[in-house]
């Protein structure tokens, strides 16, 4: 997670592949301010010092917490590489869990 609480905050965003997460690419649009009021009491109790999956790039300023946080995002399919093209954030998932997803909960 990119500094999730300021204007310009964006998350690295993981989906489930083959019983694993995989990085693909990260979201800031649709962030709203009731969602980053949300997190502001989450997200230091899930702090972690390293990523949790591989990132190809990454800014001094990313903070990481581990894999707990599902959101739903709308996107414009995928781009060559696998990333997701154009995501924004619809909404915080507190119902689900990455173990949910990781079974095929959805």
């Given amino acids: 997670v990119v500094n999730p609480i300021d204007n310009g905050g964006m998350f690295v965003v993981a989906e489930p592949q083959d019983g694993q997460l995989r990085y693909v690419g990260s979201a800031g649009s649709g962030m709203t301010q009731t969602l980053s009021e949300a997190l502001l009491g989450v997200l230091?109790?899930?702090a972690r010092s390293d990523a949790a999956v591989p990132v190809p790039t990454v800014s001094a300023e990313t903070?990481?917490?581990d894999p707990v946080l599902v959101v739903s995002l709308r996107h414009l399919g995928y781009t060559s590489d696998q990333?997701?093209?154009h995501p924004v954030?619809?909404?915080l998932r507190p119902e689900l869990s990455v173990s949910d997803l990781m079974a095929g909960g959805l």
Avoid: D, N
């Fill in 44 to 46: 230091p109790s899930i």
């Fill in 63 to 65: 903070r990481w917490v």
């Fill in 83 to 85: 990333h997701l093209r």
């Fill in 89 to 91: 954030i619809v909404a």
